[in-house]
């Protein structure tokens, strides 16, 4: 995996040549650094949780949900709930490729479906559902028509 981009969305057809027979919507690879290990030469349970922070942030700007600039009347996106599966583990230096899609959703929250992969084996899953709240906090923000197309068009999501 050394030829790929870290940190850039990568292509479904460098997804496949990775060993994921199904190419998501966006998918960025990276490779474990020293400082993501614990006392016993594994990566921290807490490294895995930042990966699929940097995987959402990253899909939500290529979704156009959001460009985190300070001064953008955007949507505050909350996760209301999370659920983490760690299957492998995974030690220094391996590469690996964090995947993210929307699977489902609903009027103002959607489901976000996570996932680590290295050397062609699934290691840790992530699933959570995020909630949109308008810019000033007031309350719950409809999805934006655009994003519901981009859900159906992009992710694969059927009608609720």
């Avoid at 969305?9 to 490779?31: K, N, Y």
């Avoid at 460009?67 to 983490?84: L, N």
């Avoid at 976000?112 to 290295?118: D, G, H, N, R, T």
């Amino acid at each position: 995996m050394t030829d790929l981009p870290y940190l850039t969305p990568l292509s479904p057809d460098q997804q496949r040549s990775l060993g994921l027979t199904e190419a998501w919507p966006l998918a960025i690879a990276d490779r474990v650094r020293f400082s993501e290990l614990d006392p016993l030469n594994h990566v921290n349970n807490v490294a895995y949780l930042i990966w699929f922070e940097i995987g959402r942030v990253t899909y939500f700007k290529h979704i156009g949900l959001s460009s985190y600039d300070d001064g953008a009347e955007e949507p505050r996106i909350v996760i209301r709930r999370g659920e983490m599966e760690w299957l492998q583990e995974m030690r220094a230096d391996e590469e690996y490729v964090v995947r993210s899609r929307t699977v489902a959703y609903r009027s103002t929250s959607f489901t976000l479906k996570q996932e680590v992969w290295s050397g062609g084996t699934k290691r840790a899953d992530f699933t959570c559902v995020i909630v949109l709240l308008y810019p000033d906090g007031s309350g719950r923000m409809p999805i934006p028509k655009r994003i519901i197309e981009h859900f159906h068009q992009v992710d694969g999501v059927e009608t609720p």
